[in-house]
């Protein structure tokens, strides 16, 4: 059985950071790209950060770019996102997702993890 377990979540004053992890177990992830979607209260889920766990390529949503760093340890079996120069802008709940396909759209994901909050004080 597949899990994500995503940790690393809480509360950070703006300007701060903060790095989640993921770790991944259940089956063999070699071929797989993971990602990092969040979803702020009323607004749908979007697509923050991806990597391909075999050859460590990232991905990154625009307004993302700069300001967070996906990376995978292969031996743990873990996902990472660092964070840096939080905004309150960046307030939600941050989904840990795989997908063995090429699209980085939510709807284009396999496993989901069941998220944790981050939340950015002004």
């Known amino acids: 059985q597949v899990q994500l377990v995503e940790s690393g979540g809480g509360l950070v004053q703006a300007g701060g950071s903060l790095r989640l992890s993921c770790a991944a177990s259940g089956r063999a992830f070699s071929g797989y790209k993971m990602g990092w979607f969040r979803q702020a209260p009323g607004k749908e889920r979007e697509f923050v950060a991806a990597?391909?766990?075999?050859?460590?390529?990232?991905y990154y949503a625009n307004s993302m770019k700069g300001r967070f760093t996906i990376s995978r340890d292969n031996a743990k079996n873990t996902v990472y996102l660092q964070m840096n120069s939080l905004e309150s802008e960046d307030t939600a709940v941050y989904y840990c997702?795989?997908?063995?396909?090429?699209?980085?759209?939510?709807?284009?994901?396999?496993?989901w993890g069941k998220g944790t909050l981050v939340t950015v004080s002004s």
């Open positions: 990597i391909t766990w075999s050859s460590g390529n990232t």
């Open positions: 997702a795989a997908t063995y396909g090429y699209s980085l759209s939510p709807n284009g994901m396999d496993y």
